[in-house]
């Protein structure tokens, strides 16, 4: 029903509540807003049960290192520019790898005069990192890229934004990436 209002109404943004599941339950049936995410080519706003309301004042956004498109981050970009937030542009490298990577110049030309900053966490799990950074530095909305895979590359990759979605405790903004 979601994918089918979404594709005959000018849709920006699907907003949805989340209220996780637990392992068997996601591996037998899923998760709704999962289903979303991989389905839809719009932007999806996952809201945990537990959450209230407030204007973001920091955002973090998860940096995969891969191309993102100034449309990809429009969202995101009227979000911070309308609360007026700072973005923290995150980058995790696996733990005995140097976390001292370059990143960020792409991000400063689409992020413009928004304030932005750029951090790089040790970490081996993706999920736990984000996390814990989320909960440290006071965040009030979690950013990530979705990128579409085909069903053969389904299988043997993980998809951090629907695990995200499933288990985080703040609000997390999923954008959908178009395939290069």
Do not use: C
Not at 36 to 57: F, G, H, K, M, W
Not at 76 to 84: G, N, V
Not at 139 to 153: F, M, N
Request: proline fraction near 4%; charge should be negative.
């Amino acid at each position: 029903v979601i994918l089918d209002e979404a594709a005959e109404r000018e849709v920006d943004l699907v907003v949805m509540g989340t209220h996780g599941t637990s392992g068997l339950e996601r591996l037998l049936m899923g998760s709704t807003t999962a289903s979303v995410i991989r389905n839809v080519a719009l932007p999806v706003l996952a809201v945990p049960a537990a959450a209230s309301y407030q204007d973001p004042e920091r955002i973090v956004l998860a940096d995969d290192g891969g191309p993102v498109d100034r449309s990809t981050l429009k969202v995101l970009l009227d979000i911070a520019r309308w609360s007026r937030s700072e973005v923290m542009i995150v980058h995790v490298v696996p733990e005995g790898r140097d976390a001292e990577e370059t990143f960020g110049g792409e991000y400063d030309k689409l992020l413009g005069a928004i304030p932005h900053t750029f951090h790089s966490v040790s970490g081996d799990d993706v999920l736990v990192a984000l996390n814990d950074l989320a909960n440290q530095r006071d965040t009030d909305l979690a950013v990530v890229v979705h990128r579409h895979r085909g069903r053969i590359e389904q299988l043997f990759h993980r998809s951090v934004s629907t695990e995200l979605a499933l288990h985080t405790h703040t609000p997390l903004l999923i954008l959908q990436q178009a395939s290069h």
